[in-house]
Nanobody, 123 residues
Framework: VQLQAFGGGLVQAGGSLRLSCAASGGMLSRYRMGWLRQAPGKEREFVSSISWSGHNTYYAEFIKGRFTISRDNAKNTVYLQMNSLEPEDTAVYYC?????????????????WGQGTQVTVSS
């Protein structure tokens, strides 16, 4: 499956962005989906994941209720709504698909990756 993430951009602190991840070459409904991010000089870190059906969602503690992950399997698309953005959220955001049978919260647990989309939050 091929993944393409888009929707990043430059936003002021406190603003919002909605990231999308579109899949082709396979059905997203077969995978747990996640968003991870990588800031300059840092390792890629888990942000959020969602179960196959979308009924179960998981978030990194630093999200503190600001982000919401969702999916539309009919559209083969996953979303990440990001509100109350902070400069510390500046990173390249990647969507990824996982075959793991348990919620994946590490980069190594994902099998397919999108190309990433840059999110920059100014103070």
């Amino acid at each position: 499956v091929q993944l393409q993430a888009f929707g990043g951009g430059l936003v002021q602190a406190g603003g919002s962005l909605r990231l999308s991840c579109a899949a082709s070459g396979g059905m997203l409904s077969r995978y747990r989906m996640g968003w991870l991010r990588q800031a300059p000089g840092k390792e890629r870190e888990f942000v959020s994941s969602i179960s196959w059906s979308g009924h179960n969602t998981y978030y990194a503690e630093f999200i503190k209720g600001r982000f919401t992950i969702s999916r539309d399997n009919a559209k083969n698309t996953v979303y990440l709504q990001m509100n109350s953005l902070e400069p510390e959220d500046t990173a390249v955001y990647y969507c990824a698909a996982s075959k793991f049978s348990i919620p994946p919260d590490k980069a190594s647990e994902y099998n397919y990756w999108g190309q990433g989309t840059q999110v920059t939050v100014s103070s």
